[in-house]
């Protein structure tokens, strides 16, 4: 089976290889764009950058499964969440979603995401390190190393290939 990870994010391609157990697989990664803003900013916006990435990999790598992962912000009353939502795309089925973790961004964070910059850039910044996106995430830079980008979408993707199974098991029962 052929599996189309519409990203070339480490942390990303990880992620989906961890969640596969079978054994004949293969995995590509494919620079696919999200078709939403640089930066989501709700929910919405990073489920539609997901569900982009998933069906676009699935068309373009001629897989069987596509997969699209985004992060996100989403403004609350509390203050600024970070969100991560995920997308799988196979035939015959319509895509798959699902959310993540989530946290309140210290409010130095949240001020200059809310300005126009990115969060991958402004972590880099905050925490002093190169390409805080590749490789701990927001998350790990928050939760002290506890949970990095990896799990967090490792988490994701385990739903999903779940949903997976579960809806291809249903079919194959009617």
Not at 64 to 80: D, F, N
Not at 109 to 129: F, H, N, Q, T, W
């Amino acid at each position: 089976m052929k599996i189309i990870i519409g990203s070339k994010n480490p942390a990303k391609i990880t992620a989906v290889k961890n969640a596969f157990s079978e054994k004949e697989l293969e995995f590509i990664s494919l620079d696919i764009p999200s078709g939403v803003n640089a930066q989501p900013f709700s929910d919405e916006e990073t489920i539609n950058g997901a569900v982009n990435r998933a069906v676009e990999a699935l068309k373009k790598g001629k897989g069987e499964i596509g997969i699209g992962l985004e992060g996100g912000v989403q403004e609350t009353k509390r203050g600024m969440l970070i969100c991560n939502w995920g997308a799988l795309a196979a035939n015959d089925i319509e895509p798959i979603i699902a959310g993540g973790a989530r946290f309140i961004l210290p409010e130095e964070v949240a001020i200059r995401v809310r300005s126009g910059e990115e969060l991958g850039p402004v972590m880099d910044d905050y925490a002093k390190i190169q390409n805080v996106r590749k490789h701990e995430g927001a998350i790990g830079i928050f939760t002290n190393g506890l949970i990095n980008r990896v799990d967090m979408f490792t988490h994701l993707m385990n739903i999903l290939v779940g949903q997976y199974q579960y809806k291809k098991k249903s079919l194959e029962n009617q």
